[in-house]
């Protein structure tokens, strides 16, 4: 199992969350963060405006999948956040120890 960490910009977050719907995943966690990558200290959109700051609002997903779903998790996350432009974001993938479903005590794949 692997947990796919995505940093996206806020307004993607209804298409990101439909393709990753459509491929089956089955849950996501987001927060609100603020973060900045390479261009720290130059100019990034945001709702129309340009910022100056060192920290913007991003989203992070956390999604917790299946060795197999991983591709294709990360497929939908690249297609449906991606702008072309400056700021839309960053993947990690992490290796995922074990999943518990309180509920039903169930562990691992069938847990996810
Ligand atoms: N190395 C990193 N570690 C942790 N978080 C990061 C890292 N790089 C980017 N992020 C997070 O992802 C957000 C978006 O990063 P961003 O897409 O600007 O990366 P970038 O490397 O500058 O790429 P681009 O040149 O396309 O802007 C940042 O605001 C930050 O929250
Ligand atoms: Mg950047």
Do not use: C, W
Request: glycine share 10%.
């Amino acid at each position: 199992m692997k947990l796919v960490t995505a940093i996206i910009k806020p307004f993607k977050m209804d298409d990101v969350r439909t393709a990753l719907s459509d491929i089956g995943v089955q849950g996501i966690t987001v927060t609100e963060v603020k973060g900045f990558g390479r261009q720290r200290g130059h100019t990034e959109l945001y709702r129309g405006a340009e910022y100056v700051v060192d920290f913007l609002p991003k989203l992070k997903l956390e999604i917790a999948v299946a060795d197999e779903q991983v591709e294709p998790t990360l497929e939908a996350i690249i297609g449906a956040a991606n702008t072309g432009k400056i700021g839309d974001g960053k993947i990690f993938v992490s290796s995922l120890e074990q999943v518990i479903r309180i509920r039903t005590g169930e562990t691992g794949e069938s847990a996810v």
